[in-house]
């Protein structure tokens, strides 16, 4: 059965590899990307030859950056002695959404899951302890997923911190904002009653 | 209480309309009449899954692509329609509550149900997880966070388990599990003693009155701690399941899995002090199994303040004619209860109608055969 010249065939592998995209969408991409003047393809391939070549972590926090240290790390204004330790990039970007918090970040780049193998050595574990000895950060808030893996990575680092003289926080679980509590799932409620506070 | 059943090509039934009514029905029938496959109905449209485990493929009709199970009932002074239909090609299984489309198992809340049968035995006779897998589904019925820590507690487990195999790692590294390990699993225990007792309670009482002699007893065994001096208190749990992990993390080491912990834990159930799974006759499990389900039957019916609906199938089978007495005078007191039997009803007994060919519908209230 006939379906795509080579190159087309090989254009729409490369595209399914992307996450969140199946073999239709990625049939449609490649369709479009033929379809489209050669410019728009070429800026295409470009812009990700240039954000591969460009963009790096950032020798301080792990996140992705064209400077180094980032701009957050850079920024003065920030509070220095607040750490928030998150699991990937996007977490900064949804904190940085809310301009609420002031401090810096530390991106571990995962959480430990012995059944995909990953464990400490395979995080920026190593990078968090020694950023912290250096005696400027007084509060490291873990800022991890709300799951079985996100838990067991707090508890670990907060084994590891809590010697070092530091105060180790954990971001509130419990109901979302202007949320309903009618709407709310069990689990959700009954954390909820475990994180109570007195007013 | 369930008024009317529907079958549309459901098993051995083309199509099957039964009006039901309260108290005790008998379905009788020669073997494969299709008396069991009338409680599976049942039980499906209640719980919203098939009973023992079949697949919904293999309860198509032969020949047809889909089948509907329909039902009324009154709860409360309340009537809800309930269906579910399976269509063979598409594997889409759809529940709906007074024509509206709901989750599977939502209808459990309108048509909570318990069936009992043969396999149940296994019950007493069978492996430790069938145990544990009852008495979570009893906890589960009246404490619905069980199902969400159960799931977290086999995730977390073989995320331990799996770190156990790779034999190379941290202290902080396994602490970190087992603490979350031990905050879910405290959560599990504690929840599982205190259901375990009030269920207890009362298939005590149930087997009082099922049974000539002897006294029941049950135990919740966990390997925490070596006597049977649980607490469902959820602190001490914590506290004794974290020893336990401590004490014998070496071994864990050694074996590479974690050999303690809820997903170890056990029932034992005595009779006169005795425990019944090496001194019962196969009878006397059968009645203890049919104490624990009845005791279930009420828990449920307790928790959901409406009667839940008990489904015998072939109960009397090795009972003798005294027991089997018992068993119907117990269970006249509840509001509907619907058994089947090959052979249990003499002549004299009045049949009220014929279900279908094969099957005799005997239908009592209160205590009419005794």
């Known amino acids: ?199 | 209480m369930l008024e009317n059943l529907h079958l549309r090509f459901f098993r051995n039934y083309e199509s099957l309309d039964w009006q039901l009514g309260n108290g005790f029905t008998v379905l009788s029938g020669p073997n494969g009449a299709g008396k069991s496959n009338l409680l599976e109905g049942i039980f499906y449209l209640g719980a919203g899954y098939p009973y023992r485990q079949a697949q919904d493929e293999a309860l198509v009709h032969w020949g047809a692509d889909f089948f509907v199970i329909r039902g009324s009932v009154l709860q409360n002074g309340l009537k809800y329609d309930l269906e579910i239909a399976y269509q063979l090609g598409t594997k889409r299984k759809i529940t709906k509550i007074n024509g509206k489309r709901d989750l599977p198992g939502a209808c459990t809340a309108c048509l909570p149900v318990v069936i009992f049968s043969p396999a149940d035995l296994l019950l007493i006779q069978g492996a430790p997880s069938l145990r544990r897998r009852f008495l979570d589904l009893v906890v589960t019925q009246s404490r619905p966070q069980h199902a969400a820590d159960l799931h977290d507690y086999s995730n977390i487990l073989t995320q331990r388990n799996n770190l156990l195999r790779q034999g190379v790692f941290q202290r902080a590294e396994i602490l970190s599990w087992d603490e979350q390990l031990v905050a879910v699993g405290a959560r599990i225990i504690s929840r599982r003693l205190s259901v375990f007792k009030t269920l207890m309670d009362l298939s005590r009482v149930v087997f009082a009155s099922l049974s000539r002699n002897g006294e029941l007893d049950g135990a919740y065994i966990s390997q925490m701690i070596p006597q049977y001096s649980l607490e469902e208190d959820e602190d001490f749990c914590r506290q004794a399941f974290k020893d336990a992990l401590e004490r014998r993390r070496s071994l864990d080491e050694r074996l590479h899995i974690t050999t303690t912990g809820p997903h170890r834990d056990d029932l034992r159930f005595f009779l006169q002090g005795h425990e019944a799974q090496l001194y019962c006759s196969q009878g006397e499990q059968r009645l203890i199994a049919l104490s624990l389900k009845i005791a279930q039957n009420r828990l449920l019916s307790s928790v959901q303040s409406s009667d839940a609906l008990l489904l015998l199938d072939d109960v009397f089978s090795e009972l003798d004619t005294v027991h089997r007495e018992k068993v119907l005078k117990e269970l006249s007191r509840s509001r509907q209860v619907i058994a089947t039997t090959t052979s249990f009803l003499e002549e004299g007994d009045s049949a009220t109608g014929q279900l279908t060919p094969e099957i005799t519908l005997y239908q009592a209230k209160g205590a009419e055969w005794l």
């Open chain 1, 1 to 199: 059965m006939f379906l795509y010249p080579e190159p087309l065939a090989a254009l729409v592998e490369s595209l399914r590899k992307l996450p969140g995209i199946g073999p239709k969408t990625a049939q449609r991409l490649a369709l479009y990307l033929l379809h489209a003047p050669a410019i728009e393809a070429e800026g295409i391939a470009h812009s990700i030859l240039e954000a591969r070549e460009k963009i790096f972590l950032c020798s301080v926090c792990g996140n992705f950056t064209d400077v180094d240290p980032c701009v957050l790390c850079q920024d003065v204004s920030r509070d220095q002695s607040l750490v928030c330790v998150v699991e990937s990039p996007r977490d900064i970007i949804a904190f940085e959404r809310t301009r609420d918090f002031r401090g810096l970040y530390h991106v571990l780049h995962g959480v430990l899951s012995p059944i995909d193998g990953i464990g400490p050595s395979d995080l920026k574990i190593a990078e968090l302890l020694q950023r912290v000895q250096g005696g400027s950060v007084k509060e490291v808030i873990l800022a991890l997923n709300p799951n079985v893996e996100g838990g067991a990575t707090s508890v670990y680092l907060s084994q590891l911190l809590k010697p070092l003289n530091l105060r180790v926080t954990r971001i509130a679980h419990g109901l979302p904002v202007g949320g309903d509590l009618e709407f709310a799932d069990t689990a959700t409620l009954s954390r909820s009653f475990l994180g109570r506070q007195e007013l």
